[in-house]
Every structure is written in structure tokens, then in C-alpha cells.
């Protein structure tokens, strides 16, 4: 058994063209977190990464390279070369069913039609992965494709912004106490 270390990760598409789209919200939660540790992520498996020890704690952040649809792929290699564990890794991704400006965190469930998790379900062989739901709002007049390719607008990026800096705060507690605590903490919004 190595050392325990934990695994999160946000999702999205590589590519320029992607930036600031609302199904980039998990890449915009890590950049964020990560710009206080001025380290540029590193390459492996498809993935673009930084690995740090935050409190005594071996964390992984993790940008899968390929697309939203294969992210799975991408995960399932650093949970085998790294060795970790199910119950040690937060997914972050985009919530069409949440409204903008609120988030939920999960311990596990069904992908709920996200790409990305249904992807990550399947590499893993399990939906009892921890996560970190951003909500998005969703637009029933435009085709859901479209939608979260979509770009948030100013007024939008500002309301995100807000969880933006929450969930730099649910990552520092998520290394630190109880999922079951970390929910019960900050589920109520």
C-alpha cells in the first residue's frame, strides 16, 4: 500500500476554443485553485496535472486532454499508475439541472446525462465517485449541444465567479474532513 493520495479532477475540452465555455467550469475551478501556487501543470496520459502535498496530503489536479466524452480514460490511467483509491478522488463538472450560481456535492449517483461522468462511470466501473456539481442553468429554447459549448457573458462569469472562490474552499476542506462533514457544511446553499 503507498501513500494515500488524493485525485481531483475538473472537466472539460482542451482547446483554446473551449476556454470560458460553460462545460469548462471543472478546468476554470483547478486554474483558479491552482494560480496561488504560480506552477505550471505538467503532461501525462492525455492529462495535463499538478501534483502537490497540501497539509501532509498528496493531491493530484488533474485537466484530462481528451475530449469531454473520453475523460474517463484519462482518469482511470492516473487512478492505476498512482494507485488511488475510489473514495479519494472529487470529480468538479457542469450542472445543467443546477442553477447558475449554486453547486451540490455528491457522494455518488448517475451521471445524470453528463458526457463526462457517464465516461468516467464507465472506466471506473463504479458511480460511487465523489463530485462536485456547478451549476449552469440550462437554456430549454437552445440545443443542449450548443448551450454548454456556449460562453457565459460577463453577468454570468460574475455569478460563477462567486462559486468559484466556494469551491477553492470545498477543495481546502475536502482535504481535511469527511465527505459526509464536507456535505452536510456547505449542501445548504
Known sequence: MGDVMKLIVGLGNPGREYDNT?????????DNYLKKYNINYSKK????????EINNEKVIFLKPQKYMNL???????????????????????DDLD??????????????????????????LGTNKYKRLKIG???DKNRDTKDYVLGKF?????????KVIDISEMIINDFLL????LLMTKYNNN
Request: zero cysteines; aromatic letters at 10%; proline letters at 0%.
Open 22 to 30: 460553460r462545460h469548462n467550469v471543472g478546468f476554470k475551478v483547478l
Open 45 to 52: 496520459f492525455d492529462g495535463l496535472f499538478v501534483q502537490l
Open 71 to 93: 475523460s474517463g480514460e484519462v482518469v482511470r490511467d492516473f487512478v492505476r499508475y498512482y494507485k488511488i483509491n475510489i473514495e479519494d478522488i472529487l470529480i468538479i463538472n
Open 98 to 123: 443546477i442553477s447558475l450560481g449554486k453547486y451540490k456535492l455528491k457522494a455518488s449517483g448517475s451521471s445524470g446525462g453528463h458526457n463526462g461522468l457517464k465516461n468516467i462511470e464507465n472506466n
Open 136 to 138: 449552469i442553468s440550462n
Open 153 to 161: 457573458n460577463s453577468d454570468e462569469l460574475s455569478v460563477l465567479n
Open 177 to 180: 474532513i469527511n465527505f459526509d
